[in-house]
């Protein structure tokens, strides 16, 4: 959405007032600032980041070949895999896959959030519901995600307890986090267990073996692409790699920066689920999904990779740049635009909504650097916030 | 009802001054200058100490966010503000009511103590004085970069002028942007540029350890991140005997004062500064910067919680 400066300013002003969003945001960057500098500092950490700074530049320079040859490999996984240039046409394949009635769970994926895909199902006629605990949260408030890992970081538990009471009908301590999360499992698991199809995002994708990987914490991913008939991947064209060592690589990386000593689970998904083990026949599906689908969304990035934005493709969605942003300390997700927030949230916002909707919120980051000292990827992210700025659209 | 600034009023109203008066906020150049009244400088040094004007030009800065703040309702009394407003457009310059001589005399102190140490040293030096000219670096962080280009090639061509080969400064803003962004702006531009802390020996300035009073230590982002110089920052206010405590986000992972936005969203900037300065009072009523930008920032959130001093100002 396209707003002047004046507007962003106003925005950015009544957020300062948002208590419950201040004290959101305020614990969740006060833990994360406790914990990070021992993370990074280990010398495993620094050996990958290394890496991945470098897998990422190699990336960039070949966007187009290495999505394209990753389509060829899904496909011949027998994974239906599409490119979808623009959020319609993403959503128009998402209509072919999934029937009106069908009953969608679906995990934490920003590409989903760019498209939209919820409230397009549910205006369709689907029952869907998000199975990451966060953004199941921001599902009840009906909002955008805050931050990249964290999409309810600015939902403190006391407002948890109160979106909790209204939608299961009964009283919660805002300090039985235990309670709040065993109610949104049981509630979650039953959805699950019915439902036709499991849509989630993707952490990174090989071009050569066409295998998906995700990295997670609560297990839900796992769940929802295995036991629904039907698994969606809804990627985007920036997060393929040459090959599934890579992929895994990138996860961990994604993982560690994100805040994670270890991750709890990381899982490579190449094909429909089957069994060879009568007689060697292969029989679909085993105990997995049936069919396999995968869509890598452009909406604009290939158009960056050849513009001043094309740094903030290299990014892979850790999220650290945010949780050490002090506008984003005072003004969370009001610092943003429709999807991405904070620090490479408003160059995201340039590359998937336009340079002219994330110019007005350029003016308002400290060029502090903050976030390029923690980022993964090594990426320039306030230089490139500066040159939004210095940018002639109007 | 509050009237919130637009952006383009205050890029104009800086470029406007900055073309007029050298400075962005339109100051006459004594009040940048008066710190060096009755010191003398060895103008035929090719080494010039080069001020950039914002320690100079805290106070004016200070009364220019109240102004803000109040024009944009933030704090209370600014209807006769918008009445100036409507009378004569926004400019910056109309903000500076309320400096006393008190006020600009603390900051002078800052200048006039890097000039001793620097004499201590034995450092000859030069200084441009009324021909000395603001960095550019606002218009840069504005993404002004052609009016940013106008003014550094203004300033590298004095500096020719003047032979000047090695320029010392004073706070991290000024540095960064002469040391990194002018040789991309400036064809040919190769003046060495060094911060004090740099070029002087911190332990010729040995005082004993006074431990009455803790210091929670500030590092100012560009002197952390760009300059790297938490260290020598460090080992500065250790020898002039400061007992220094370390918040929560140090070193190259500090948190921003918010100055750098303070005239673009007053109130974010405030808010950012107060953040600050909570995890600056966990250690302590005293806080140490470096920087002016800081200084003034900080100064202004946490008057009633802290003190903020500038190292330059413990000598
Ligand atoms: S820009 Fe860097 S720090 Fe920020 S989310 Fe992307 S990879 Fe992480």
């Given amino acids: ?394 | 009802m509050p009237n919130l600034v637009a952006l383009d009023d205050v890029a104009k109203s800086l470029v406007n001054n900055l073309r007029r008066f050298r400075n962005p906020l339109g100051l006459s150049i004594d009040k940048l200058t008066e710190w060096s009244k009755g010191l003398s400088f060895d103008n035929a040094s090719d080494t010039y100490l080069y001020t950039g004007g914002l320690y100079q030009m805290i106070p004016y800065i200070n009364s220019l966010i109240d102004g803000m703040n109040r024009l944009e309702g933030s704090i209370p009394g600014g209807i006769g503000m918008v009445k100036l407003l409507e009378r004569f457009g926004f400019n910056v310059s109309s903000f500076y009511s309320s400096v006393t001589a008190k006020e600009t005399a603390r900051y002078n102190v800052i200048i006039t103590n890097l000039y001793s140490l620097l004499k201590k040293e034995g450092i000859n030096f030069g200084y441009l004085g009324d021909e000395e000219i603001y960095s550019g670096v606002i218009l840069y962080d504005l993404g002004l970069d052609d009016e940013f280009g106008e003014i550094a090639r203004q300033l590298a061509k004095k500096l020719k002028e003047k032979r000047v080969a090695k320029l010392i400064t004073m706070d991290p803003h000024s540095t960064f942007i002469l040391r990194s962004i002018y040789p991309k702006y400036v064809e040919g531009f190769d003046v060495e540029i060094v911060h004090y802390m740099e070029l002087l020996k911190a332990d010729k300035h040995k005082r004993d350890k006074d431990t009455s009073k803790i210091f929670s230590i500030h590092d100012p982002c560009l002197l952390a991140r760009n300059l790297d110089l938490s260290q020598r920052y460090r080992d500065f206010a250790e020898s002039l005997g400061l007992k220094i405590a370390e918040p929560l986000m140090s070193k190259r992972h500090t948190y921003c004062c918010g100055g750098p936005i303070e005239n673009i969203a007053p109130r974010v900037s405030n808010s950012i500064a107060k953040n600050r300065c909570t995890q600056l009072a966990k250690l302590g009523s005293n806080a140490l910067v470096a920087c002016p930008i800081c200084l003034s920032n900080l100064g202004r959130a946490c008057k009633d919680r802290m003190n903020v001093y500038d190292l330059l100002e413990m000598v």
């Avoid at chain 1, 297990?219 to 890579?246: A, C, F, W």
């Avoid at chain 1, 689908?293 to 604009?300: A, F, M, P, Q, S």
């Avoid at chain 1, 009001?334 to 160059?347: K, L, P, S």
Wanted: proline share 4%.
């Fill in chain 1, 1 to 394: 959405m396209k707003r002047s400066f004046i507007e962003v300013k106003k925005a950015m002003y009544s957020a300062l007032e948002d208590t419950y969003m201040r004290t959101g945001v305020g614990r969740g960057m006060q833990n994360y600032a406790e914990k990070y500098e021992g993370i990074f500092s280990r010398e495993d950490v620094q050996q990958l980041k290394r890496e991945v700074s470098e897998l990422r530049r190699h990336v960039l320079k070949n966007i187009e070949q290495l999505y394209k040859q990753a389509i060829e490999s899904l496909t011949k996984n027998g994974v239906y895999a599409y490119y979808a240039k623009t959020r319609q046409d993403a959503l128009s394949i998402l209509d072919k896959i999934i029937q009106p009635h069908e009953l969608v769970v679906k995990s934490k994926s920003l590409v989903g959030e760019e498209i939209g895909v919820r409230d397009f199902l549910r205006l369709r006629g689907n029952e869907v519901w998000e199975t990451d605990l966060g953004e199941f949260i921001i599902q009840l408030k009906n909002e955008k995600p805050a931050q990249m890992v964290a999409p309810a970081l600015h939902i403190p538990r006391e407002e948890v307890a109160a979106l909790f009471e209204k939608q299961f009908n009964k009283k919660f301590s805002p300090d039985d986090l235990e309670g709040m999360v065993a109610t949104a499992r049981n509630f979650l698991r039953d959805k699950i267990a019915r439902a036709d199809t499991g849509i989630t995002g993707a952490n990174a994708i090989s071009a050569r073996e066409g295998t998906v990987v995700t990295v997670e914490n609560e297990g839900n991913i796992r769940l929802t692409m295995t036991m629904p008939r039907k698994h969606v991947v809804l990627s985007s064209v920036e997060k393929v790699y040459p090959s599934t060592v890579d992929c895994v690589k990138a996860a961990l990386t994604q993982s560690y920066f994100a805040g994670y000593d270890k991750p709890t689970y990381v899982s490579l998904t190449s094909t429909p689920s089957g069994t060879g083990d009568i007689e060697k026949v292969m029989v679909r599906p085993a105990q997995g999904s049936k069919e396999m689908y995968v869509i890598l969304l452009d909406n604009g990035r290939l158009d960056a990779a050849s513009s001043f934005l094309s740094d903030g493709l290299r990014c892979i969605k850790c999220g650290a740049c945010q949780l050490v942003c002090p506008v984003f300390s005072v003004d969370g997700p009001a610092w943003g635009g429709d999807t991405y927030t904070a620090a490479i949230g408003i160059v995201w916002t340039a590359i998937v909504e336009g340079v002219d909707s994330a110019k007005p919120l350029s003016y308002f980051c400290l060029s502090c650097n903050a976030c390029n000292e923690v980022c993964p990827a090594d990426i320039d992210i306030s230089g490139t916030i500066r040159l939004l700025k210095s940018s002639k659209v109007k």
